[in-house]
């Protein structure tokens, strides 16, 4: 009578979705570059190999979004950038524009505005831990990070 109790308990669990049925359960993992390559692939975005990390190009709408998919020297964490485009001079923006990047930043987390000062250039960037990433999860945060970008392009529109 035992074991029938517990069959039902498990049962029960996996259709209220706290167990989830290993037949359907979709395992994550530690990506590296050549699995971080094929889950891309996998995901039908076509990445295209850089000197770090790879490309993908993302249409939607009247959209072209370039993103950049990197992972961190050490492995553990996976990041997201797009080159926003080019400030000529950085102090000739005027404080309001800056701050009202800074501002997004709040409403955008996880991903965040940054600028190169070197390079002159600005970008969107998101940074994620790389352990357990699933294709749903990737790209949940491939879909979300474009979304931030195109949301916010009233603000960042100065750059050239």
């Avoid at 994550?28 to 570059?33: E, H, K, M, R």
């Amino acid at each position: 009578m035992g074991q029938i109790k517990n069959w039902i308990l498990v049962v029960a669990l996996a259709v209220s979705g706290l167990v989830a049925s290993p037949a359907v359960a979709q395992t994550g993992q530690t990506l590296n570059n050549d699995s971080l390559k094929a889950m891309l692939d996998g995901l039908g975005y076509e990445p295209k190999a850089l000197s770090k990390g790879f490309l993908i190009d993302i249409k939607q709408d009247t959209w072209d979004i370039y993103m950049q998919l990197v992972l961190s020297g050490d492995g553990t964490k996976l990041g997201m950038n797009s080159n926003l485009g080019l400030i000529n001079d950085l102090s000739a923006v005027p404080a309001s524009k800056w701050l009202d990047l800074l501002v997004a930043n709040g409403n955008i987390d996880p991903s965040t505005f940054y600028v190169d000062q070197d390079q002159k250039k600005l970008y969107l960037h998101r940074v994620l831990d790389n352990h357990e990433i699933t294709p749903a999860f990737l790209r949940g945060q491939v879909e979300s990070f474009a979304n931030n970008l195109k949301s916010t392009e009233g603000i960042w529109n100065f750059t050239k």
